[in-house]
């Protein structure tokens, strides 16, 4: 399965998704620049994590109105997969890929640690390769990781299987409303997850638990 990752400026995660994306894939991704008005033919498209444009005006609001967005929702909208990590989960709420949005840490501080994350919905193409409920560990790395949306909305997204990956209720980080870490569109194509499943692929991470979001993808 061909991948690529799109950058935007103030992004800081694009090596280490790549990194993960050409060991457990076994090719390298394409690179794209968010300016590129064309990606090349590919299954995945990512956005990694960081602080796109400083975080100015809202977490992914400016990068959200990148030419390269008009490329990605084209792709979404025919079917090709896209996964937005961290700070790629907030543009892709900002772009309107996906509901709600993600506002400030219930705490007021950026927040670095491990947590656990149980897999709420296993019938996905990110998640395929997990089981039913299984908790796995993942980091987190965010200051703006608490996911929100009406009621109506989030009533929607756990009635249709939307709700991909949920923080265990004793290591939610951030607030979100119920345990949310990892949402999809409604077609199921589209995943934004705010932790990094990139950072805890092999041994040298300390685990290899976030690898199977990838070899479901790429495998």
């Known amino acids: 399965m061909k991948s690529a990752v799109v950058v935007f400026p103030g992004l800081n995660r ?7 994306l ?3 894939g076994g090719t390298p991704p394409a690179v794209a620049w968010h300016k590129d008005a064309e990606l090349p033919d590919v299954d995945l498209i990512v956005i990694p994590g960081g602080f796109s444009y400083g975080d100015y005006l809202r977490c992914g609001a400016i990068a959200a ?3 390269m967005m008009d490329v990605i929702r084209e792709r979404a909208e025919k079917g090709v997969h896209v996964l937005g990590v961290c700070n790629g989960f907030q543009i892709l709420t900002e772009a309107g890929l996906l ?4 506002m400030r840490n219930a705490s007021l501080k950026f927040v670095c640690r491990e947590v656990n994350l149980e897999v709420a ?3 996905t193409a990110f998640s395929r390769r997990y089981e039913q409920g299984q908790v796995f560990r993942c980091p987190v ?3 703006d990781g608490n996911y929100f949306a009406d009621n109506d909305t989030i009533a929607a997204l756990e009635d249709n299987g939307q709700v991909v990956f ?3 209720a004793e290591t939610n980080p951030n607030g979100s409303i119920n345990n949310i870490a990892g ?5 199921g194509n589209v995943l934004g997850l705010m932790p990094h499943p990139e950072n805890l692929i092999e041994p040298a991470h300390g685990g290899e638990d976030g690898k199977n979001l990838f070899a479901g993808l790429l495998n």
């Not at 694009?14 to 993960?20: G, L």
């Not at 949402?183 to 077609?187: G, S, V």
Request: glycine share 4%.
């Open 22 to 24: 050409t060991k457990i």
């Open 166 to 168: 949920r923080y265990t």
């Open 65 to 67: 109105r990148s030419p």
């Open 121 to 123: 919905n296993a019938n």
């Open 99 to 102: 509901p709600g949005a993600l």
């Open 183 to 187: 949402i999809t569109n409604a077609r």
């Open 141 to 143: 790395a965010h200051h």
């Open 14 to 20: 694009e090596r280490d998704m790549i990194a993960a």
